[in-house]
Nanobody, 125 residues
Framework: QVQLVESGGGLVPTGGSLRLSCTAS????????MGWVRQAPGKEREFVAA????????SYADFEKGRFTISRDNSKNTVYLQMNSLIPEDTAVYYC??????????????????WGQGTQVTVSS
């Protein structure tokens, strides 16, 4: 069982930045690809970004347009999502995900093995 705990959400103005963190309980953190998805009110969950087990491969959603950066530190069992140039449309609950398959995360075709509880990101206009 892997527990994922997100932090770093909050309220920022348009154009602001936030860095989300997700720390995993697993001693085998490096066995999992990690990712982020988000869900805005009244909308479906959508893929944001994913990173391979080693960090050597990354995938982003098209909407990010270079504004977001995913990274991981396997020595700290933590994955990060740096979000810059935030806009109101980025307002959502952001969830950390973990799966042994990077493709499962980047293709968003099925539920990942593990989810976090989510952290709220609100961008004011």
């Amino acid at each position: 069982q892997v527990q994922l705990v997100e932090s770093g959400g909050g309220l920022v103005p348009t154009g602001g930045s936030l860095r989300l963190s997700c720390t995993a309980s697993a001693h085998t953190f490096s066995n999992y690809a990690m990712g982020w998805v988000r869900q805005a009110p009244g909308k479906e969950r959508e893929f944001v970004a994913a990173i391979t087990k080693s960090g050597g491969g990354i995938s982003y959603a098209d909407f990010e347009k270079g504004r977001f950066t995913i990274s991981r530190d396997n020595s700290k069992n933590t994955v990060y999502l740096q979000m810059n140039s935030l806009i109101p449309e980025d307002t959502a609950v952001y969830y950390c995900t973990a799966d042994r398959s990077f493709d499962t995360l980047r293709l968003n075709g099925g539920p990942p093995e593990y989810w976090g509880q989510g952290t709220q990101v609100t961008v004011s206009s």
